[in-house]
């Protein structure tokens, strides 16, 4: 497609606002994070990494740090598994309800932060069998759980909707046994989904705030040490360098899952010169 100059021209500004727009203030809290004085004014007094070598001396930005870890790595296993299974369901069988079983999978993305977060405090400080479930690590990770599922899900469903059950049909009219077909055909199939919806189920679970305060105990996440510090004045740089940090960490695996997904994209899209 040609384009004439005055439309390449608009778009590059176009391009250049809609980029500005979305990290400018990401770029302020990064300056406030290198400025050399704790009082946050413009323009900065200048530039240091003194509060970033605080920010990793403080017990309590480590502690949520591990927390936060420690939850989005079990949220995403439980997300992973299912949602993988839900997805297989799904897509691999045909029976009454199935479109409605994929509409309410995907519901609890859209659900407000809010309402889920006061259903899954109401339910596990009542719970009917159990007789109350202790706020911590456990109730954090089944809160994330309940919309990283989402994400696996829609990625393995996507993948499984472009994925021809020719081969699988293949391997068991050649003998192999279906955990066979599995490894060997539907795994290589799926895992880059897998790991894509894994990484973005991670990034997903480790900023999350509002499902996380109807549902965190006495040991927070580092979103929420973040809030609950933010109001201190003296805690203020400190929270930025801890906001940066932590902005780099939710970036690494949404970069990582992009690639992913872009590169297995390409490599299906590929033309095989003919033998």
Excluded: K
């Excluded at 300056?31 to 004014?41: D, G, T, W």
């Excluded at 920010?55 to 790595?73: D, E, M, Y």
């Excluded at 973005?200 to 305060?213: K, N, Q």
Aim: charged share 15%.
């Amino acid at each position: 497609m040609v384009q004439s100059r005055p439309a390449r021209i608009a778009l590059r500004v176009g391009t250049v606002f809609t980029l500005a727009f979305l990290y400018a203030p990401i770029v302020v809290l990064a300056l406030y994070a290198f400025n050399r004085s704790r009082v946050q004014r413009w323009p900065i007094d200048g530039l240091s990494l003194e509060w970033f070598g605080r920010a990793l001396t403080n017990s309590g930005a480590r502690a949520a740090l591990l927390t936060s870890v420690r939850v989005g790595l079990g949220a995403t296993v439980l997300a992973l598994v299912l949602g993988t299974l839900a997805a297989f369901a799904v897509q691999r069988y045909r029976f009454f309800g199935r479109d409605t079983v994929s509409f309410l999978l995907v519901i609890p993305i859209a659900l407000p932060g809010i309402v889920t977060g006061m259903a899954l405090n109401a339910t596990f400080s009542q719970a009917p069998v159990l007789g109350g479930v202790p706020f911590g690590t456990f109730t954090i990770i089944v809160g994330h759980a309940t919309f990283c599922i989402v994400i696996v899900f829609n990625n393995v469903v996507a993948r499984l909707r472009r994925t021809s059950r020719n081969l699988e049909e293949a391997s068991l009219d050649l003998g192999a046994d279906p955990w066979q077909t599995f490894r060997f055909v539907t795994f290589p199939s799926v895992r880059t989904a897998l790991l894509a919806g894994a990484l973005l189920a991670f990034a997903l679970s480790f900023d999350e705030v509002i499902v996380t305060t109807f549902t965190v105990g006495d040991d927070p996440t580092l979103p929420i040490w973040i809030l609950r510090n933010y109001s201190r004045p003296n805690q203020g740089p400190i929270v930025n360098a801890v906001g940066v940090v932590a902005i780099l960490l939710s970036v690494v695996p949404v970069y990582l899952a992009q690639r992913l997904t872009g590169s297995e994209s390409v490599r299906r899209g590929a033309v095989v010169p003919p033998a």
